[in-house]
């Protein structure tokens, strides 16, 4: 270990640039400007690439101020469709707003790069750019969930299909980075999701993965095994999941809660009654709304690359949009990337299954 | 095939009778009883063999005039404990309250067993008893799930951690079957629970199970895949999946039902004003709370055996039990066993990769 020093291109970070693909996701260039603009009130210090074309940017910097003084602009009319498949995707790396972007952080022209565009385009992209972190066999893409209490992080929401135990320990060991940086935990706890809390429980890749985690010296406390039910708690602070667990999960959260939230409006319209009670409780309710919202959340990142890449929601709004760029502001700033290099390292030096790799 | 006739010990159902497990779950042997006396009520042709401790229930039957009337008394003091393991469960196959209720059904005195004990025991005890059907290679946990619509069946809920392609065709069929029974439609729409819903999405055994139902000639309309937002859609009315993935979606479902209406209780008592909202929409905030209750949706069926094994959740209430004890009536009446036959005889017969089996 210690190599990772070498491919983190960027370092000290005073002065964060995001490069921002401003074609991406379904809200278009105007909403994702508008958003750069938020970001660019809320964080004086950061600075923008505009990846997307030049001459519809430039006009909508009259509406972006502060945008406009804290950008540049790179002109490319290419764009990645949601339609695209990975590899159609490839065949523009250097050529697409989403591509260029990557281009951005594997230069060093960028500490992140942020796209609302195709989730799979983006994934493959960033892989085949930036490749994976020493130590690290597959990236991951994590993001935070509401509970009761506190957000949850939750990783792998989607990028690996298949996982097997050194993955997900190498996801915990991420997800802790994850939760330390933007949630702010120094000891953030921990948990493998599965099918029962016993320890017999679930596949021989979580069971081997639990068993890694027990005795890993890390700035995290194991939990152990966590079953669905339990996402919504806020007991846990990190759950680890395969990609494909977690983005049923992930999913199934949403559709739940579309579902219950679907089934109040019609509770509040089916009498005058009930819709008076709405009419006094509607305060309440949207705050309710706004705790669930996901644009609240908004903001996923590969971990485990050579650089920072944070994927805004398809359909986030330009409020959510601003909430990523505050996600990749704030991994930036935490220096998320060096952080999983340095417990990543701790972690094989203190494992008990394979011999310490040699200090660099 | 044709040879499931043999295994199925029990036919023509003008008179159903359930072997009830008097001591699983949390409610208690009082509770189990005021179900199985609702239940009594509701299908005035069910009888009953109750399994527990003679005295208890003697005494109970006070309480129960007209289970009293229609049920006989199978003495046990031996209990499967929610602590046991399968391997401890299974020693007492022939001696607990739990075991013997299979025997019944294993026997032919009774055509469905009905328990809220420990999940893992009654699936052993079960499989080890009745076996699979023929054509069936693992059996499949099944439920039903509220939508905005009308209910969905799901399965496997966790009988099998990892499952093949063919498990899961075999799960689509009686998955079909069991929503023809339980939810009264004719030709079903089915899906397969994935990450994506394009046809390259997910692991090789959905892909090649998505393959095999395209084709398959069954009273059933193939609708592809579908993702976990859509569970609670009510576009499709069985989704089938691995126990894992199944699991993990049922629990995630509860799990933010219960964040959601959490949320929502902390919501109207923030003021006075929010309080006096949620007097006025009581009663169609209650009838939300009815259409979630897992009460409502309690009785998970072990399909695939050569006998009925119908599970209460452990924390269903009194309404919650004798809705399982329901959904064992209706699984009896419907002929489930032998329907799922005749649906693997044909999807057999028709299958292209394989060559037709000869009729009996």
Redesign the interface.
């Known amino acids: 270990m210690g190599a990772h020093t070498d491919s983190m291109t960027v370092k000290p970070v005073s002065n964060p640039v995001i490069a921002l693909d401003v074609m991406g996701g379904d809200a278009g260039l105007p909403d994702v400007m508008a958003a750069a603009e938020i970001a660019s009130e809320r964080y004086p210090a950061l600075r923008f690439r505009l990846h997307g074309p030049e001459p519809r940017i430039r006009a909508e910097f009259v509406r972006c101020p502060r945008l406009s003084g804290s950008a540049i602009v790179v002109h490319t009319d290419e764009v990645v469709l949601g339609t695209d498949k990975p590899s159609q995707a490839l065949r523009r790396s250097r050529t697409s707003s989403m591509g260029m972007a990557i281009q951005c952080v594997k230069n060093g022209d960028a500490h992140a790069a942020v796209s609302a565009g195709n989730t799979g385009a983006l994934m493959a992209m960033a892989l085949f750019a930036l490749r994976t972190m020493p130590g690290i066999d597959r990236p991951a893409l994590a993001a935070l969930l ?3 209490k506190n957000d949850v992080a939750v990783l792998d929401l ?1 990028a690996n ?2 996982c097997d135990a050194e993955n997900l320990v190498q996801f915990a060991v991420m997800g802790a980075v994850f939760a330390r940086t933007v949630l702010g935990l120094e000891n953030p706890r921990v948990a493998l ?1 599965n ?1 029962g809390v016993e320890e017999l429980k ?2 021989d890749e979580l069971r081997d993965a639990a068993a890694l985690l027990r005795t890993a010296q890390l700035p995290m406390r194991f939990e152990g095994f966590v ?7 806020g007991n846990v602070d990190v759950i680890v ?1 395969d ?3 977690g ?18 409006a ?3 319209r ?2 005058w ?2 819709q ?10 949207r ?2 709304g706004a ?2 919202d996901p644009n609240a959340h908004n903001g996923a990142v590969f971990l485990g690359l050579n650089g920072l890449i944070v994927k805004s929601h398809g359909s986030a709004n330009v409020r959510g949009i601003a909430n990523a760029i505050g996600v990749a502001h704030d991994l930036i700033i935490g220096n998320v990337g060096e952080r999983i290099a340095t417990d990543l390292a701790n972690f094989r030096a203190h494992r008990p299954d394979v011999p310490a790799a040699p200090a660099a």
Chains 1, 2 share one sequence.
């Open positions: 509401p509970t009761l989607g299909t298949e999701l099918i679930g596949t079953e669905g039910d339990k996402i919504g708690q999941t990609g494909f667990s983005n049923i999960a992930l999913k199934t959260v949403e559709g739940t809660a579309k579902l219950v939230t679907g089934l109040l019609n509770a509040f089916s009498t009654l009930t008076l009670g709405y009419l006094l409780s509607r305060g309440a309710l705050a309710l705790h669930l």
